[in-house]
């Protein structure tokens, strides 16, 4: 893999953007791609690094993108239709190439989804145990404060900041750890962020206070509902920095039972897809760089030799695209 496309791979992880990594792991010449050539494929469908021809590339980004939306990795087979049977295993999607080629090629795609975000509010040893064990579990981390001297907080993945949310999303956890200092204001500000698990580090009847208190604010039921308080599996009288393990630990029960919402978006990745009817390959209509207006109809294509081979002699090719 090019370094420049590690050093890309890197920078998403770290903004928690979503990508895919598709490596051709196979091929037959005459096929443009080579074996270990890899290359990054954003949520959006733009191609950092070389796969393959006109006709392979559009068809991993494609399946990259699918692959992206389920979560789940696989393995193609791009090649001339006769040969797929051949090549249908479990795990293995095969695409039928048909752009003049008797190349082919294998590639491996692999959504690389963004880890899940722990913020922890306040200054707190719990706060700080927080941050570090969650980077341990490989999740983005964060401490964040209303002041203080960052060097009090050494294991801190960031020093820390004024209270500031702005990141927090979906994948993200909030545990207000401010114990008693500013509970109820972290509490109301974590529960304007969309974030998939709100903890409160408080004693039972503390925390009926701070909820009690946020609802004569005028804080629906509903908004308080998304608060685990006290935070954490129970497991009795222990040390602070102890209870961001029962935190990790209810997180982590939570998502494996799909409680909290899942690090994919839920909105599904709309596309327009039409068939080239010269050579029966999916063509997607956004960017398609190949059409011809035929009878008030637009047809797409391919590549510039399908679309020679249309409109040479349109009436071949009409019945199979209707």
Do not use: N
């Amino acid at each position: 893999m090019k370094p420049e496309i590690l050093r890309f791979a890197s920078e998403l992880s770290q903004r928690g953007e979503p990508f895919v990594l598709a490596t051709v792991v196979w091929r037959r010449s005459p096929s443009s791609g080579k074996a270990g050539a890899t290359a990054l494929i954003t949520g959006e469908g733009r191609v950092h690094g070389w796969l393959g021809g006109a006709c392979a590339e559009p068809t991993v980004v494609r399946e990259a993108r699918r692959a992206l939306e389920e979560g789940s990795p696989r393995l193609l087979f791009l090649g001339p239709p006769e040969e797929l049977a051949g090549h249908e295993r479990d795990g293995v999607v095969t695409v039928p190439i048909a752009c003049q080629s008797e190349g082919a090629m294998e590639v491996h795609v692999e959504p690389v989804l963004p880890q899940p975000q722990l913020v922890a509010i306040g200054r707190s040893p719990a706060a700080i145990a927080l941050v570090a064990l969650a980077g341990a579990l490989g999740w983005r981390s964060l401490a964040v404060d209303e002041g203080g001297d960052p060097g009090d907080h050494p294991s801190a993945d960031r020093t820390l900041t004024t209270l500031d949310l702005s990141g927090v999303d979906e994948r993200s956890f909030v545990v207000v750890a401010t114990q008693g200092h500013y509970d109820e204001a972290a509490l109301e500000q974590a529960l304007a962020t969309p974030a998939s698990y709100i903890g409160l580090i408080a004693s039972r009847k503390r925390a009926d206070s701070v909820l009690g208190y946020l609802r004569d604010r005028g804080v629906s039921d509903e908004a308080l509902a998304r608060v685990h308080a006290p935070a954490g599996l129970d497991l009795g009288t222990i040390p602070s920095e102890d209870i961001a393990v029962a935190i990790l630990a209810e997180i982590v029960q939570l998502r494996a039972s799909e409680q909290l919402r899942p690090a994919v978006a839920e909105t599904p990745i709309a596309t327009h897809e039409e068939i080239d009817p010269v050579c029966g390959m999916t063509v997607e209509v956004a960017g398609a760089r190949f059409t011809t207006v035929h009878d008030g109809r637009t047809y797409y294509f391919c590549s510039a030799s399908c679309q020679a081979s249309f409109e040479a002699d349109p009436a071949v090719f009409v019945s199979v695209a209707r």
